[in-house]
């Protein structure tokens, strides 16, 4: 049976704007630039430039729309129309002068990619028949950014039966595949690091005959990988019947060799995925630290002085009492613009302050580092802290920390790296745990590497040092560091 009820709820909803303010804030440099230049394009009422003092004081006034409709000369509308082919934030298609510095557009780089680089060897051979040509583009084209062709042989026949409308073995793929292993760089169509290696090696003995140490090092990749990997040396001694010198040796050449052949040459992506724009500088003037923000960060923006005339030549008009219906729809329509392009000022102006308290609260809290970079000196620092610093909230802190880099006088650093959680030393002072992996890693630096430390002595080294930390701990801050265990780390 169906019941009526009132209900009380209590809930908070945020606005459009506030939506697109957090999204502002979280945003890098790079995307701000080209978000910027969205609104631009979409709003002809804003355009970059320093707002004036009287500008600041513009404000607009709600519109009548009930009011009656008046005979006049003026039309808003024929206004806008006039004004807008004078308007250089409308259109952008057509050529600018050569002193507009903003619209310079950046050459394309012309970069010779790897595949690039194997499709003009490919162009080179001579094939039997032309299956044969179109099974060696199928196997380029599955070889992937590293340099080796992860699909099995299988996987390529299939390939081209649904794409090629090709019937195919294995047999020829492989064929195929032998012919483009001899390309350059060496290692090319290697199906695993093995087989990588081997092909370096054999093209290198073709080279360079005679030569003992890559004899036995093809010997060692090609029949005894397992150890050569897991560095059980004692074992290869044994295998190979061999001295220590002549094995030390044979890893020497086995070292000069490159694990990712494509690793020389340009990536498929985008290149401009590749730099890193920093959000806020610190400069080191006489010993005082000096913050700025990019001045790419945020560009001066305002309020476009035409449609600002446009709305208080309706205003006057309006007095006068020769405002039409059609005049209203045209200042509604420039005032929604007006309102927008504030809007958007505003929300940059807030994006500017609050990512300004907020790398101003990081510099005082680690401002040690700042001047001497030296990790050991990083203090323990969570969201929380800052949030508290600032007064803003800790999501609005995250937001701010997250793909934002500060450039110092020892290098570009992402904002993230410098929180980190606190553990007690054995005076119970609260210490970063990255001050303990930069220790860490000066031990394992120190060690012997005939004779790496294990996780259950770095652990006791630690101690020594004061920092009393759990030996499943000590592994974690190793993979964190891209440590390898100490079986691996170990040398001849």
């Known amino acids: 049976m169906l019941k009526q009820s009132l209900t009380q709820k209590m809930s908070q909803k945020l606005s459009p704007q506030q ?17 910027i230049k969205e609104e631009l394009e979409s709003n002809p009422a804003l355009e970059e430039g320093v707002t004036t003092i009287e500008e600041k004081e513009f404000e607009d006034q709600d519109y009548d729309q009930k009011s009656e409709e008046s005979e006049g000369d003026f039309e808003v509308d024929e206004y806008l129309k006039e004004f807008a082919e004078d308007d250089p934030t409308i259109y952008r298609n057509y050529s600018r002068s050569g002193d507009d510095e903003d619209e310079f557009k950046k050459p394309i780089e012309v970069v010779n990619s790897y595949h690039d680089h194997l499709e003009r060897q490919l162009g080179m051979l001579s094939f039997e028949s032309p299956e044969d040509y179109t099974i060696a583009l199928q196997i380029l084209g599955s070889i992937d950014g590293d340099g080796y062709l992860r699909r099995d042989p299988s996987a390529v026949v299939d390939d081209l039966m649904f794409t090629q409308n090709m019937i195919t073995s294995e047999d020829n793929v492989l064929r195929v595949l032998k012919r483009i292993q001899q390309f350059d760089p060496p290692g090319t169509g290697a199906r695993n690091l093995q087989e990588c290696l081997e092909l370096q090696l054999s093209q290198k003995l073709r080279r360079e005959k005679d030569n003992p140490d890559l004899d036995l090092a093809y010997v060692i990749v090609s029949k005894h990988f397992d150890k050569f990997s897991k560095k059980h040396f004692s074992k290869l001694l044994t295998s190979l019947d061999i001295s220590e010198e002549e094995l030390k040796d044979a890893f020497d050449e086995i070292l000069k060799l490159n694990p ?25 003037n006489n010993g005082e630290l000096e913050l700025s923000l990019n ?33 209203r729809e045209a200042a509604l329509f420039i005032k929604q613009k007006l309102d927008s392009a504030k809007w958007f000022i505003d929300a940059i102006s807030k994006r500017r302050d609050t990512m300004y308290r907020t790398m101003y609260a990081i510099l005082q809290f680690q401002y040690d580092f700042f001047l001497s970079n030296d990790q050991r000196t990083l203090k323990p620092m969570i969201l929380k802290d800052i949030a508290e610093m600032t007064g803003l909230d800790v999501s609005t802190i995250s937001r701010v920390a997250n793909s934002k880099y500060v450039q110092t006088e020892y290098g570009t650093k992402k904002l993230r790296d410098f929180f980190s959680e606190s553990i007690q030393n054995s005076e119970g002072e609260e210490v970063s745990t990255l001050e303990v992996k930069k220790i860490l890693s000066d031990i394992i630096d120190a060690e012997n590497k005939r004779k790496p430390l294990s996780d259950e002595k770095l652990r006791k080294a630690l101690i020594e040092k004061g920092y009393k930390i759990a030996r499943r701990t000590i592994a974690k801050y190793r993979d964190q560091l891209s440590i390898p265990v100490a079986r691996l780390r170990k040398e001849l």
């Open 19 to 35: 939506i697109q303010l957090m999204k502002l804030l979280q945003i890098p440099t790079l995307a701000l630039e080209q978000r």
């Open 295 to 327: 001045s790419r960060n945020a560009p001066d923006l305002r309020i476009s002085d035409q449609y600002r005339a446009m709305l208080k030549s309706y205003k006057t008009r309006k007095k006068q009492g020769s405002i039409k219906s059609k005049d």
């Open 260 to 284: 990712k052949p494509a690793s020389g040459y340009a990536p498929e992506r985008k290149r401009d995925s590749m730099y890193i724009i920093p959000d806020f500088i610190i400069e080191n």
